[in-house]
């Protein structure tokens, strides 16, 4: 029987992505399932329905979220949503199952196969799936054009009739993907550019992409490319280094986040109170919490003449972009367990076993031989 795939329109309020494009449909389809639609899905990403049906796709109906056997959303839908599925069916997005007692409940009694893409192992082998490099690669560029529409300076050195205009000094907190992408935005931009992160074996890329390391003597280095938690006295000598250092920055852009826990509060007050006039910063980091004291989710304001601004699902502001990314991580995902027109899992395989929400129960015991029974 062949499977059928729904596509979610997104509800949550500004988000603009879509969980699959023209491309990953067809693909889809071309796996042997048929594809259904909601209506406008796409179109704030700039794909409209006809784009879908030019590749085979169809319109849901009212029935749809009741037959789909697997169904693809960005972020999770709804908890009204979640309890019109049908029982058992296959569920893949950004669930943050966690994040809401009241969406975790209705999960599971759904009794639904769900796959918060969150939780993907990031090995070498899931990086074609891996949803949160391919979106915090667009969250650092936008933060970036945020801070350089945010601050009252260029960020490139100009020579001009009027004399020379010094570049801007930009600080970017965090060397992940989206700090990485963030330095390299910066860097294209003409600003002088620096990357400060607590784990040392990053001076190397943001030293690739023109940046210079800022080595504040401390050292956090975790499991799996995370940092760690710092301890009480790490972190007062960060932050006495730091403080100095700010002084001349003119743009920080923050983006240090640590897997499961409110981000590090990296920026205090004091610091801030501390830079000059006309700085900016933007904290990526403001949807857990914020890197800087001061940040307020979703929200820019002043504060003794400096700008932080906190805005929340930069991803979002690139939906083009952002939703052909996302929809090929979940295309490769689907594609573990989608063959021949058939959902067949491999609970053997750790992409599907320790993605899956919630966590898969151990397997039983072995029954004990003739011979240790009779012992």
């Not at 969406?103 to 799936?129: C, K, S």
């Not at 940046?211 to 050292?219: A, P, Q, R, T």
């Not at 027109?341 to 898969?360: I, N, V």
């Amino acid at each position: 029987m062949t499977v059928e795939i729904l596509v979610l329109k997104e509800t949550a309020a500004g988000e603009r992505r879509v969980a699959a494009t023209p491309e990953t449909v067809k693909k889809l389809i071309a796996l042997g399932a048929k594809v259904e639609l909601e209506a406008d899905a796409g179109r704030s990403a700039g794909f409209p329905d006809r784009l879908y049906l030019d590749v085979g796709a169809t319109l849901a109906d009212a029935g749809s979220r009741e037959r789909a056997d697997l169904v693809v959303c960005v972020q999770a839908p709804p908890v009204e949503t979640i309890a019109r599925l049908k029982s058992g069916a296959t569920l893949i997005g950004t669930l943050h199952p966690a994040a809401d007692p009241a969406r975790a409940e209705a999960l599971q009694a759904r009794g639904l196969i769900n796959f918060p893409l969150e939780r993907l192992p990031r090995t070498t082998r899931a990086q074609a799936m891996d949803v949160l490099s391919s979106q915090a690669g667009m969250a650092g560029y936008k933060a970036v054009l945020i801070a350089a529409e945010l601050t009252p300076r260029f960020f490139p050195m100009l020579t001009t009739a009027a004399g020379t205009i010094r570049p801007s000094k930009v600080l970017i907190v965090g060397a992940g993907v989206a700090g990485l992408q963030a330095i390299a935005t910066a860097k294209r931009l003409g600003a002088q550019v620096e990357g400060f992160d607590v784990r040392p074996e990053t001076r190397e890329q943001i030293e690739s992409l023109g940046g210079k390391f800022l080595d504040l003597g401390v050292s956090a280095a975790g499991e799996g490319g995370y940092a760690r938690q710092l301890t009480d006295a790490e972190r007062a000598e960060q932050q006495v280094r730091l403080a100095d250092h700010l002084k001349n920055i003119d743009v920080i852009v923050c983006t240090a986040a640590v897997p499961g826990r409110p981000a590090p509060r990296i920026i205090t007050t004091a610091m801030v109170e501390g830079m000059k006039p006309g700085s900016v910063i933007v904290d990526l980091a403001a949807e857990t919490g914020g890197n800087c004291e001061l940040t307020q989710p979703g929200q820019t304001i002043e504060h003794g003449g400096v700008v932080v601004a906190g805005p929340l699902n930069l991803a979002s502001m690139g939906a083009v972009h952002a939703s052909e990314m996302y929809a090929r991580n979940v295309f490769n995902f689907a594609a573990l367990f989608l063959k021949d027109g058939e959902l067949d899992f491999d609970w053997e395989d750790e992409l599907l076993a320790k993605t899956r929400w919630p966590d898969m129960p151990p397997p039983p015991a072995p029954a004990p031989t003739t011979a240790a029974a009779s012992e």
